[in-house]
């Protein structure tokens, strides 16, 4: 059996904490991303990268890291950091949490960058999937998979891409040509004024002119910040709406045509997972809950479409590659990207999320005898699976059965198990992804407060439930108060603002649905203060649960030895500079290593490496390329 290739995606939040006393504006995003990727230099082999990225970089160890920014929203960067290609969920597991310890060793440099470049603070990097204000980001998981359809599924994708492609394309340069439009006229306005401005400063021109620009001045500087909103929504609202159809009528083709094997065996398992491998978040509702196991769950709206902002919400499995690369859908071989994934801290809730994914993934593609559970509704069984804490709630299936979350992974479990029993020659990591698989489930069934040293969702539940404790007040308090959490939340609830602000200033609606809530509820107003204190410590340490630094909450667990691990520190810091041995990962690392040493400039990519002098590339098509003797014509003139 062929392995199977599989990586990480990881989108860290950036963020910048100035010490009391700094005076100055603090950097940019983008200037915060060149600063971690500067300090991870320091200590790691790095050149630059060959993707379709802003300020990419190869790394020693074959993973690749960018600043990744959506289209005219350059201040909302996120710090991404990818993977090698690796050949076992259960080596990928251990590269990922590499990269966290990567970034604690370079934490240090970071503050000294910060100090070269005049900025007095440190970089806060949260590893999570919602920041306090709600914007999503994800972890996302990448796995090869054959593409076994007949050949008369060929011939209709081909029937059907074709123009779902074209339109998508024409719409693109429409965009295009609309911007360029615009960006012609701001720039002929923008050297009409100069010349207006410039020809006022001649001498003998008139005090009229100069009157009139000088009231033009301040026209243009009041007016800028509205015009720049105006133009940005107008070039991507006229994009979105022209998108919406396309978009939808592409995500019904991926369901249908491309991955409907996968869909029909593996959604159930993506919706259902969560139990396990959840991050946990502090997120009020009307249903009178205010913890979900799962921070995606929220975010995910379809089982498979594009990632586009045209949807609010994001699918379960993205095939945008598939519109951007279309070469790709005639491949045998295909990359199921999986983005509904949550970030994990937790190393045996990585290792179960990745390894036990890869098992169903081989279950469908090796065993398609093997019956696998089909819920009626995945999206919607995503997000109550996520809000059910209880584990009560049941779930419709397809064949008329009704099971619960538990249930449904325990079906999983002996899908693959019979599977694994089947084989002659098991590969080495599937007795460990059962094993752990098959732990998990048991302790939440029968121990679920041993959980809280493996799962995510479960420590942050144990330090929520002490810290409610220390200030007088419970889960039950809160779940209370959820509906009410939840107004103010949409409303202006601010960290700093106290009840009586907050009840201030509520408009007429509100603050009648507020004095409602209450009533419905028994809740006395006058606590209010008091609940508003203990929701917010609950937030905070909800994100610095996340923190990437020595004094992030998980790490300050790990160094205690609170939590399990699954992988030690000697091997973890070894994976920092090694790359995995049987991929092309393995010559992408070299290759950086060996350039950066001796100071060849180089670039590398993840199909490709070259050099500038003399100018020479090579291709690494084949994922499983390790041969060095690839790297003779780069490296030996």
């Known amino acids: 059996m062929i392995p199977r290739i599989v990586g990480l995606e990881t989108e860290y939040a950036l963020a910048f904490e100035p010490d009391p006393a700094c005076r100055w504006a603090p950097p940019t995003r983008r200037e915060l991303y060149a600063i971690v990727a500067a300090s991870l230099g320091r200590n790691v082999a ?5 993707l379709p990225k802003e300020e990419a970089f190869a790394t020693e160890n074959g993973s690749m890291l960018h600043y990744e920014h959506q289209h005219l929203r350059d201040a909302d960067g996120l710090f991404e950091w990818a993977s090698p290609e690796c050949a076992s969920p259960v080596e990928l597991a251990g590269y990922s949490q590499a990269q966290d310890q990567a970034l604690l060793a370079a934490a240090d440099a970071q503050r000294e960058i910060l100090a070269e470049r005049g900025f007095a603070g440190r970089i806060l990097l949260l590893r999570n999937n919602a920041d ?8 996302h998981e990448n796995y090869r998979v054959r593409d076994r359809a007949p050949p008369w599924m060929w011939l209709a994708r081909a029937l059907v891409f074709l123009p779902l492609w074209l339109t998508f394309v024409a719409l693109r340069l429409a965009s295009l040509a609309v911007q360029l439009v615009i960006l012609v006229a701001v720039y002929t306005f923008a050297a009409a004024y100069l010349t207006v401005t410039l020809t006022s400063r001649l001498p003998g021109v008139r005090v009229a002119l100069r009157r009139l620009v000088a009231r033009l001045d301040v026209a243009v500087a009041r007016a800028a910040p509205r015009v720049d909103r105006a133009l940005q929504r107008a070039i991507v609202g006229s994009t979105e709406r022209a998108m919406a159809p396309i978009l939808a009528a592409f995500g019904a083709f991926g369901r249908t045509l491309v991955f409907a094997d996968v869909r029909k065996g593996l959604v159930a398992h993506l919706a259902t997972r ?21 921070q995606r769950a929220a975010q995910t709206g379809r089982e498979i479409g594009a990632i586009h902002n045209v949807f609010r919400s994001k699918p379960m499995i993205d095939i945008k590659a598939l519109l951007l690369a279309p070469l790709e859908l005639h491949a045998r071989y295909k990359r199921l990207h999986v983005v509904c994934g949550d970030s994990n801290r937790a190393e045996p809730a990585e290792l179960f999320k990745l390894a036990s994914t890869a098992l ?12 696998l559970p089909r819920l009626a509704n995945p999206v919607e069984a995503f997000l109550r699976v996520s809000r059910d804490l209880a584990g ?24 693959a198990r019979q599977y694994a029993d089947s084989l002659a020659v098991v590969p080495l990591w599937y007795g460990r992804a059962l094993s752990i698989w098959a732990d998990l489930l048991d302790r939440l069934e029968h121990a679920p407060d041993s959980l809280s040293r493996d799962l995510d ?27 009410v959490l939840a107004l103010l939340q949409g409303t202006s609830l601010a960290a700093d603002a106290t009840a009586d602000e907050l009840v201030g200033g509520l408009d007429f609606a509100a603050r009648a649905e ?8 028994g809740l006395d107003l006058a606590r209010l203060g008091a609940v508003l204190d203990a929701y917010w410590v609950l937030v905070k340490l909800d994100l610095k649960y996340h923190e990437v630094s020595v004094d992030g909450y998980y790490q300050v667990l790990r160094d205690q030895h ?3 691990r699954e992988f030690g520190d000697h091997e973890l810091a070894a994976l920092i500079t090694r790359p995995p041995r049987s991929t092309r990962g393995w010559l992408r690392g070299r290759f950086v290593a060996q350039a950066a040493s001796r100071g060849i400039t180089a670039s590398a990519g993840w199909s490709r490496l070259s050099t500038r002098d003399p100018r020479r590339s090579v291709r690494l098509n084949d994922p499983f390329a390790t041969d060095e003797a690839l790297l003779a014509p780069l490296l030996y003139r």
């Open 46 to 50: 790095m050149i630059p990268g060959l």
């Open 132 to 139: 306090a204000l709600g914007n999503g980001y994800g972890s």
């Open 274 to 294: 969560t139990i396990l491998c959840g991050a946990g978040r502090i997120r009020p509702a009307n249903d009178g809950r205010i913890f979900d196991r799962s």
């Open 360 to 371: 169903v993934l081989d279950v469908i593609e090796h065993a398609p005898t093997i019956a």
């Open 392 to 415: 009560t709630e049941r779930y419709a299936l397809r064949d008329g059965r009704s099971l619960s979350a538990l249930e449904i992974q325990r079906e999983y479990l002996a899908a």
């Open 457 to 483: 969702w479960a420590a942050k539940r144990r330090l929520m439930a002490q810290a409610l404790r220390t200030r007088g007040s419970s889960w039950d308090e809160l779940e209370r108060w959820a509906g």
């Open 514 to 521: 507020l004095e409602r809530l209450a009533v419905a509820g």
């Open 562 to 564: 609170l939590v399990a």
